[in-house]
DNA sequence: ACATTATGCAATGTATATATTACATTTAGA
DNA sequence: TCTAAATGTAATATATACATTGCATAATGT
């Protein structure tokens, strides 16, 4: 996800903004450190001009 | 998603037991009642041979 | 009609996503 | 090197995802 925000051009904060949370949220689902709800991830997702796959599919744990 | 869950051939309390939820939970998700976490997501995707974009992109809301 | 299985739904409790505030650290530019 | 912007992180509070239990209703088969 960070590498599409930062090709977005845009900061956490920015787009902690445009999709309504703070920007401690963006930074924590970039680290990993937790797990965001569905809504979330499409308006990030709609944000950043992206799908749910190109995101956040797999990016976890790549097994399976 | 109901659509996929019962494609498996799967009832909401099997889909539940496989991603360690209650039937509720997948229950409340089909209704449309709240707004399930991506890990969640991920587990039914992977239960269900689907994937994000398939199950839960654009399901609510049409536009943008 | 009866039994059984699947689903809906409500009340209450717990875990955790998210907010708020604040400060520390890193990065980039002048 | 100094400053400012961007990011990391920690403490506490609140909202809500999810669990648990229980009962009602709908669907399906005999």
Redesign the pocket.
Known sequence: M?MY??GSG???????SKV????????????G????????CISICKTLGATLNEIFWMEEDQDV
Chains 1, 2 share one sequence.
């Open positions: 960070r925000r930062a845009l900061t956490q904060e920015e787009l902690a309504n949370v703070t920007r401690q949220t963006i930074g924590l689902i970039e680290a450190k937790y797990n965001p709800s569905l809504n979330l």
